[in-house]
């Protein structure tokens, strides 16, 4: 049987003087006794696997509400998959993998249904009640809001994961991190996250663009992207399914390996020998080649324009806000339209942080059956 500790001598043995150790974690907010077997890293993981926030996120919007197919991906689908490609990035750079996959996993738990368009609109309405922002309600569902533990709130997960969530940054995340050390960078498994993240979204959007016909492959062909172009020639086929399945790996291979090859770059021309390095660097250390970020910029650019901006997303982002628009403001308006539990959370906490946390854990389909119930009168309530 192989123990915790062992674990943890052989993280000291394998993983780079730079990779964050379970062994040298910060710790908790309550105290708790070692786990015989799993570091805390690793239990941090399972602890969110196991919550409610992670099994909602089956039925959370990533770019297709979830009864337009069953083949498009959802917030959860894309959580896996970028904590497999955090793993491989962790894996080759010699960082801690366990870290790397537990702040993966965590990292969207906080997303509204309807995806960005729910989180714009909820921060909309939240303008005077403190916003709303999807990283600070990842914490909050990870230190309050999850109820699985009779000693303490939340998951009580370690400093360094909770620090990896708050920290969390793409071009459309950012968050209050002033308890959490700002004027340091946090540790190279959290920056990996960042890039796992996008590169996820990024090649499985281009996927699921090509898959429901917003996007045609003759449209990306004349787009003349240089990513495109570069698995083009990696794979010389016949437009089809098999094809489309061939060149979404490839791109992601070219992405995943850039990234690895230029922060190995990174961290030997900064001398980078330990945690305490990383966190007082000036920059961040995980990133890609300057060819490949102006690169990778233009595929999105393009997703943006022709995907994101096509007018049925656009629809379905409008209609959406409108229904979380009408269940927030019945909610304020009459509380006791909300169930008991939520009913009883107002009082220590503000009317419209309770009526925020309760939609911001709603899944596309319980929002719709919500509205429903709420507002058509032939819908029993």
Same mark, same amino acid.
């Given at each position: 049987?192989?123990?915790?500790?062992?674990?943890?001598?052989?993280?000291?043995?394998?993983?780079?003087?730079?990779?964050?150790?379970?062994?040298?974690?910060?710790?908790?907010?309550?105290?708790?006794?070692?786990?015989?077997?799993?570091?805390?890293?690793?239990?941090?993981?399972?602890?969110?696997?196991?919550?409610?926030?992670?099994?909602?996120?089956?039925?959370?919007?990533?770019?297709?509400?979830?009864?337009?197919?069953?083949? &498009?991906?959802?917030? *959860?689908?894309? $959580? !896996? /998959? @970028?904590?497999?490609?955090?793993?491989?990035?962790?894996? +080759?750079?010699?960082?801690?993998?366990?870290?790397?996959?537990?702040?993966?996993?965590?990292?969207?738990?906080?997303?509204?249904?309807?995806?960005?368009?729910?989180?714009?609109?909820?921060?909309?309405?939240?303008?005077?009640?403190?916003?709303?922002?999807?990283?600070?309600?990842?914490?909050?569902?990870?230190?309050?809001?999850?109820?699985?533990?009779?000693?303490?709130?939340?998951?009580?997960?370690?400093?360094?994961?909770?620090?990896?969530?708050?920290?969390?940054?793409?071009?459309?995340?950012?968050?209050?991190?002033?308890? &959490?050390?700002?004027? *340091?960078?946090? $540790? !190279? /498994? @959290?920056?990996?996250?960042?890039?796992?993240?996008?590169? +996820?979204?990024?090649?499985?959007?281009?996927?699921?663009?090509?898959?429901?016909?917003?996007?045609?492959?003759?449209?990306?062909?004349?787009?003349?992207?240089?990513?495109?172009?570069?698995?083009?020639?990696?794979?010389?086929?016949?437009?089809?399914?098999?094809?489309?399945?061939?060149?979404?790996?490839?791109?992601?291979?070219?992405?995943?390996?850039?990234?690895?090859?230029?922060?190995?770059?990174?961290?030997?021309?900064?001398?980078?020998?330990?945690?305490?390095?990383?966190?007082?660097?000036?920059?961040?250390?995980?990133? &890609?080649?300057?060819?490949?970020?102006?690169?990778?910029?233009?595929?999105?650019?393009?997703?943006?324009?022709?995907?994101?901006?096509?007018?049925?997303?656009?629809?379905?982002?409008?209609?959406?806000?409108?229904?979380?628009?009408?269940?927030?403001?019945?909610?304020?308006?009459?509380?006791?339209?909300?169930?008991?539990?939520?009913?009883?959370?107002?009082?220590?906490?503000?009317?419209?942080?309770?009526?925020?946390?309760?939609?911001?854990?709603?899944?596309?389909?319980?929002?719709?059956?919500?509205?429903?119930?709420?507002?058509?009168?032939?819908?029993?309530?």
């Amino acid at each position: 049987m192989r123990l915790r500790t062992e674990y943890e001598r052989l993280e000291e043995e394998i993983l780079a003087p730079y990779a964050m150790k379970a062994s040298r974690s910060r710790g908790r907010v309550y105290a708790e006794d070692e786990h015989p077997y799993r570091t805390a890293y690793q239990k941090d993981r399972d602890r969110i696997i196991h919550t409610t926030a992670f099994r909602r996120l089956e039925y959370k919007t990533q770019v297709f509400i979830n009864y337009e197919g069953d083949y &498009y991906r959802t917030r *959860l689908t894309h $959580t !896996l /998959e @970028a904590a497999q490609i955090g793993r491989t990035i962790a894996r +080759a750079l010699r960082l801690n993998e366990d870290l790397t996959e537990a702040i993966t996993l965590a990292h969207d738990l906080g997303h509204t249904p309807f995806g960005h368009a729910g989180e714009e609109v909820l921060n909309e309405l939240m303008a005077n009640h403190g916003g709303f922002n999807h990283n600070e309600q990842t914490l909050r569902i990870v230190t309050e809001l999850e109820h699985r533990y009779p000693d303490f709130p939340g998951l009580n997960l370690t400093w360094e994961v909770r620090e990896g969530i708050i920290k969390h940054e793409t071009e459309y995340d950012w968050a209050d991190t002033s308890d &959490y050390e700002p004027h *340091l960078r946090p $540790t !190279l /498994e @959290a920056q990996v996250v960042n890039f796992c993240d996008e590169i +996820a979204y990024t090649t499985h959007d281009l996927d699921d663009g090509l898959r429901s016909g917003i996007l045609t492959f003759d449209q990306v062909e004349e787009a003349n992207l240089a990513l495109w172009q570069e698995v083009r020639r990696m794979v010389d086929a016949p437009w089809g399914e098999l094809t489309r399945h061939r060149l979404i790996r490839k791109l992601i291979n070219l992405l995943v390996t850039d990234l690895i090859t230029e922060t190995a770059r990174r961290l030997r021309e900064h001398d980078i020998g330990s945690v305490e390095d990383v966190r007082r660097c000036e920059h961040m250390l995980v990133g &890609y080649s300057a060819e490949m970020r102006e690169k990778h910029r233009e595929l999105k650019r393009f997703l943006y324009e022709h995907m994101y901006r096509h007018y049925r997303v656009v629809r379905m982002a409008i209609k959406s806000q409108r229904i979380l628009r009408d269940l927030f403001q019945a909610y304020v308006a009459e509380p006791q339209q909300l169930p008991h539990d939520v009913q009883r959370r107002i009082g220590p906490v503000p009317l419209h942080r309770v009526v925020a946390d309760y939609i911001a854990g709603m899944t596309d389909r319980y929002a719709l059956q919500e509205w429903d119930r709420l507002f058509a009168p032939w819908e029993r309530t």
